[in-house]
Nanobody, 126 residues
């Protein structure tokens, strides 16, 4: 069992930045690939970014490439999402998630992730 707690959401104007954090506790954090997902009202949950267990190797959805950066600190059991140049379309509840299976490729499928945080709201005003 892994417990995930997100923080860092808030309200920001378009073009601004936010940094999300996700604290993990429980099993060995470095045994999990980590991902960030988001869900806007009335929409399905969608993949945002993922990072390998070691921290070397990342993947992003196309619309956030060049604006968002995922990183992790295995010594602190933390994963981060730095979001720059935010757009109103980025407004959503953001979730971090843990994937316990080793995969050759980072997965973008929400159903592949085993543990989820409670989410943090990000609102970008125009």
């Amino acid at each position: 069992q892994v417990l995930l707690v997100e923080s860092g959401g808030g309200l920001v104007q378009a073009g601004g930045s936010l940094s999300l954090s996700c604290a993990a506790s429980g099993r060995t954090f470095s045994n999990y690939a980590m991902g960030w997902f988001r869900q806007a009202p009335g929409k399905d949950r969608e993949f945002v970014a993922a990072i390998r267990r070691s921290g070397i190797g990342t993947n992003y959805r196309d619309s956030v490439k060049g604006r968002f950066t995922i990183s992790r600190d295995n010594a602190k059991n933390m994963v981060y999402l730095q979001m720059n140049n935010l757009e109103p379309e980025d407004t959503a509840v953001y979730y971090c998630a843990a994937d316990r299976y080793y995969r050759l490729e980072l997965t973008e499928q929400a159903q592949a992730y085993d543990y989820w945080g409670q989410g943090t709201q990000v609102t970008v005003s125009s």
